[in-house]
């Protein structure tokens, strides 16, 4: 299989529907759409709806059924990221080589449309949920729902920033790359999987996957800032050292991180691989995630 | 029947239940629940979930079946007014005579307390609704999304930023106070109604309703900045005039604003005296609300 092609289709179908469903059918709140565009529209690498298309076509071939939570996913991830990005929180100026949300539209506005890429998840996936009846969908939105929240995503990033320019134990560390990045992973991998009527044992599979390549991802993102090219990534790189920030390559070193990765997603096509051929574009995607540059 | 006491005790109900949503489970993320609790508790008058068990008790009497929507509502109520006050916003220290939740948890922390209360209130409705298996509850938590979203609440709250400053048409007002105020209050009676088993018509009456509700709300908050008191309202009074804002007392007069409050609280009360014994709660509190102090 050719993951490029696969992965390239992939986000052309993801990038469709998010025109879609952000084309702006506002109003007098046209501001709020164009804000919301801006950030969906910034070059995304759409990693979570990604996978929930790669590990719902494990199972099912009807690519429309899983869309709008896919777009949900990224619509979750997206207001995290701008809200993130604001003053009071990493005060970001760039993401991806432009200029973060409320760098263009006000702190009010980002904080707006944060809110409203938040709601507007829950809105499009309940929608389409009240359409098709089946329980199936709920239990999606539910856990996505789960995995974005005070338990999850947003408790994460709560201990993120307590633990800003303080040292902090591999504990706390783990918690914070458990939930601020492999809750949702984990999340995108089981939603394709429910919606496309896995059993519960693939559900717990996907669980396991999700854990290791949320950690993976972040580990790779630390060690790429200190060995990463500032352009490929369009951030600043060295800026944990600066922020005497604990991450794994601090706390045990470069060598011994690079290892965990590779550890982590051995582990992933060690689990994938039982699925055959269909599991085919998750396992090269794991890979390709493993030596990302960017 | 005394309007008094069946507050009080909806009332209680409702913080009951907000404590056992909001009892600090949290491990490491423990100041997320503390951040989302301080607001929760910080006196509000509870007036959307009142309102939703108002309208559901018109139908049945099985309290505990709305319950976690009347809480969902008030999260998602106490979310908005945390992001509305932060320095981006209107930037407000004071709500109800305590420190607003940023000038308590910071800036960063307030964001997510937002987050949170927005994201947990999906969480409980959908947990909730996932148990007790009717399509009734999930077109409540749709309802609930519109109001709250995009083209509701958040849109009304963009357009309100935009305007600051700004002298602005009678047409964005109405904007305004539509979707920032009146769409919540509308969900309010809705979601009472739907899980009560109300019929469509009932859906109907509850639209207009709270619609008429929602402008007199509003109206008669922006009479109360010129006349009220301010120890009673909690904030400071004569702002309105002070950031040169645009309200129906400023376009149209007070006496006009007053006799407004009035008829759209007359038409409420010959829809809801249509209904009987059953609709005396929320005709009384409709009433209250058209003279309220605070």
């Not at 709008?68 to 005060?91: K, Q, R």
């Not at 856990?143 to 995503?153: D, K, L, N, Q, T």
């Amino acid at each position: 299989m050719d993951l490029q092609h696969q992965f390239k289709e992939y986000i052309q179908w993801v990038n469709n529907k998010l025109e879609v469903y952000l084309t702006n059918n506002g109003t007098k709140n046209k501001q709020l759409f164009d804000a919301m565009s801006y950030s969906i529209f910034a070059g995304g690498k759409r990693l979570r709806p990604v996978l929930a298309l790669g590990a719902y076509h494990m199972f099912k071939d009807d690519t429309q059924e899983v869309m709008p939570y896919a777009c949900g996913l990224e619509m979750i991830h997206t207001y995290s990221l701008i809200h993130d990005d604001l003053p009071a929180m990493d005060d970001d100026d760039f993401r991806r080589n432009k200029p973060t949300n409320h760098k263009v539209f006000g702190e009010g506005v980002a904080i707006l449309a944060g809110d409203g890429l938040l709601n507007y998840a829950f809105e499009i996936m309940l929608a389409d949920a009240l359409i098709n009846k089946n329980v199936k969908y709920y239990n999606a939105i539910y856990e996505i729902s789960r995995a974005a929240g005070v338990h999850g995503m947003i408790g994460g990033q709560l201990v993120d920033l307590e633990s800003e320019g303080k040292t902090i134990d591999i504990e706390t560390l783990d918690y914070i790359h458990f939930n601020k990045t492999a809750s949702m992973i984990i999340a995108s991998l089981k939603v394709g999987t429910i919606i496309g009527d896995g059993n519960q044992n693939d559900i717990n599979n996907m669980e396991i996957i999700g854990k290791n390549l949320g950690l993976a991802f972040q580990i790779r993102d630390d060690i790429l800032d200190i060995i990463g090219n500032q352009e490929m990534l369009g951030k600043d790189i060295g800026s944990d050292q600066q922020n005497e920030k604990s991450t794994y390559p601090s706390i045990y070193g470069l060598e011994y991180s690079k290892n965990k990765v590779m550890e982590l997603t051995q582990e992933v096509d060690d689990i994938l691989s039982k699925y055959g051929e269909k599991a085919l574009f998750l396992r090269e995607l794991s890979l390709f995630l493993m030596e990302r540059e960017y």
